[in-house]
Nanobody, 125 residues
Framework: QMQLAESGGGLVQAGGSLRLSCAVS????????MAWFRRAPGKEREFVAF???????YYSDTVKGRFTISTDNAKNTVYLQMNSLKPEDTAVYYC???????????????????WGQGTQVTVFS
Protein backbone atom coordinates (compact mmCIF):
# COMPACT_ATOMS: atom_id res chain seq x y z
CA GLN A 1 0.00 0.00 0.00
CA MET A 2 1.53 3.29 -1.11
CA GLN A 3 1.42 6.29 1.19
CA LEU A 4 2.00 9.93 0.28
CA ALA A 5 2.78 12.77 2.67
CA GLU A 6 2.81 16.39 1.49
CA SER A 7 4.57 19.24 3.21
CA GLY A 8 5.81 22.72 2.45
CA GLY A 9 2.61 24.69 2.20
CA GLY A 10 2.19 28.05 3.86
CA LEU A 11 1.42 31.72 3.53
CA VAL A 12 3.30 33.72 0.91
CA GLN A 13 3.02 37.11 -0.71
CA ALA A 14 2.14 37.36 -4.38
CA GLY A 15 5.25 37.05 -6.50
CA GLY A 16 6.92 34.80 -3.97
CA SER A 17 7.87 31.14 -4.09
CA LEU A 18 7.16 27.92 -2.25
CA ARG A 19 8.35 24.37 -2.69
CA LEU A 20 5.97 21.55 -1.91
CA SER A 21 7.25 18.08 -1.11
CA CYS A 22 5.53 14.72 -1.36
CA ALA A 23 7.33 11.88 0.37
CA VAL A 24 6.42 8.46 -0.97
CA SER A 25 6.49 5.17 0.90
CA UNK A 26 5.52 1.78 -0.51
CA UNK A 27 6.45 2.82 -4.03
CA UNK A 28 9.39 4.11 -6.07
CA UNK A 29 8.97 7.55 -7.62
CA UNK A 30 11.20 6.73 -10.59
CA UNK A 31 8.88 3.86 -11.57
CA UNK A 32 5.43 5.38 -11.17
CA UNK A 33 3.30 8.28 -12.34
CA MET A 34 2.82 11.16 -9.96
CA ALA A 35 0.92 14.41 -10.09
CA TRP A 36 -0.08 17.49 -8.17
CA PHE A 37 -3.68 18.64 -8.04
CA ARG A 38 -5.26 21.50 -6.16
CA ARG A 39 -8.66 22.47 -4.89
CA ALA A 40 -9.52 26.09 -4.23
CA PRO A 41 -12.45 27.05 -1.98
CA GLY A 42 -15.72 26.55 -3.81
CA LYS A 43 -14.05 25.09 -6.88
CA GLU A 44 -13.49 21.64 -8.30
CA ARG A 45 -10.22 19.81 -8.06
CA GLU A 46 -7.80 21.00 -10.74
CA PHE A 47 -4.80 19.33 -12.34
CA VAL A 48 -1.52 21.18 -11.81
CA ALA A 49 1.48 19.08 -12.89
CA PHE A 50 2.50 15.53 -13.78
CA UNK A 51 5.69 13.52 -13.88
CA UNK A 52 6.18 9.96 -15.04
CA UNK A 53 9.28 7.82 -14.58
CA UNK A 54 11.05 10.90 -13.24
CA UNK A 55 11.34 12.40 -16.71
CA UNK A 56 8.12 12.95 -18.66
CA UNK A 57 6.34 16.09 -17.43
CA TYR A 58 3.16 18.00 -18.21
CA TYR A 59 1.67 21.16 -16.75
CA SER A 60 -1.64 22.91 -16.78
CA ASP A 61 -1.69 26.08 -18.84
CA THR A 62 -2.34 28.14 -15.72
CA VAL A 63 0.97 27.18 -14.09
CA LYS A 64 3.21 26.46 -17.10
CA GLY A 65 6.37 28.51 -16.89
CA ARG A 66 5.90 29.22 -13.17
CA PHE A 67 5.77 25.77 -11.56
CA THR A 68 8.23 22.90 -11.92
CA ILE A 69 7.65 19.28 -10.92
CA SER A 70 10.64 17.08 -10.19
CA THR A 71 11.73 14.02 -8.26
CA ASP A 72 14.58 13.18 -5.95
CA ASN A 73 14.95 9.46 -6.44
CA ALA A 74 17.36 9.09 -3.53
CA LYS A 75 14.79 10.61 -1.18
CA ASN A 76 11.84 9.03 -3.00
CA THR A 77 10.18 12.42 -3.01
CA VAL A 78 8.35 14.51 -5.57
CA TYR A 79 8.58 18.30 -5.48
CA LEU A 80 6.52 21.14 -6.85
CA GLN A 81 8.55 24.33 -7.09
CA MET A 82 6.13 27.24 -7.35
CA ASN A 83 7.44 30.62 -8.45
CA SER A 84 5.72 33.90 -9.26
CA LEU A 85 2.79 32.88 -7.11
CA LYS A 86 -0.54 34.61 -7.58
CA PRO A 87 -3.54 34.93 -5.25
CA GLU A 88 -5.45 32.61 -7.58
CA ASP A 89 -2.94 29.86 -6.76
CA THR A 90 -4.43 29.72 -3.26
CA ALA A 91 -5.69 26.18 -2.70
CA VAL A 92 -5.11 22.92 -0.92
CA TYR A 93 -2.50 21.06 -2.94
CA TYR A 94 -2.56 17.27 -3.16
CA CYS A 95 -0.04 14.85 -4.56
CA UNK A 96 -1.30 11.71 -6.24
CA UNK A 97 0.30 8.53 -7.51
CA UNK A 98 -0.50 5.59 -9.70
CA UNK A 99 1.59 2.56 -10.55
CA UNK A 100 -0.02 1.79 -13.90
CA UNK A 101 -0.82 5.11 -15.58
CA UNK A 102 0.59 4.64 -19.07
CA UNK A 103 -2.00 6.62 -21.01
CA UNK A 104 -2.30 10.33 -21.75
CA UNK A 105 -5.09 10.82 -19.19
CA UNK A 106 -2.71 12.06 -16.51
CA UNK A 107 -4.83 15.17 -15.97
CA UNK A 108 -7.78 13.17 -14.64
CA UNK A 109 -7.88 12.73 -10.88
CA UNK A 110 -9.79 9.48 -11.13
CA UNK A 111 -6.75 7.87 -12.76
CA UNK A 112 -4.82 7.93 -9.49
CA UNK A 113 -5.14 5.32 -6.79
CA UNK A 114 -3.16 7.04 -4.05
CA TRP A 115 -3.52 10.51 -2.56
CA GLY A 116 -1.88 12.54 0.14
CA GLN A 117 -3.71 14.48 2.81
CA GLY A 118 -3.09 17.86 1.21
CA THR A 119 -1.18 20.98 2.18
CA GLN A 120 -2.59 24.50 2.23
CA VAL A 121 -1.04 27.22 0.09
CA THR A 122 -2.28 30.77 0.63
CA VAL A 123 -1.05 33.62 -1.56
CA PHE A 124 -1.91 37.16 -0.45
CA SER A 125 -1.57 40.36 -2.44
Amino acid sequence: QMQLAESGGGLVQAGGSLRLSCAVSGGTVSQIAMAWFRRAPGKEREFVAFIRWSSETYYSDTVKGRFTISTDNAKNTVYLQMNSLKPEDTAVYYCAADEYLYSMTWYKGEEYDYWGQGTQVTVFS
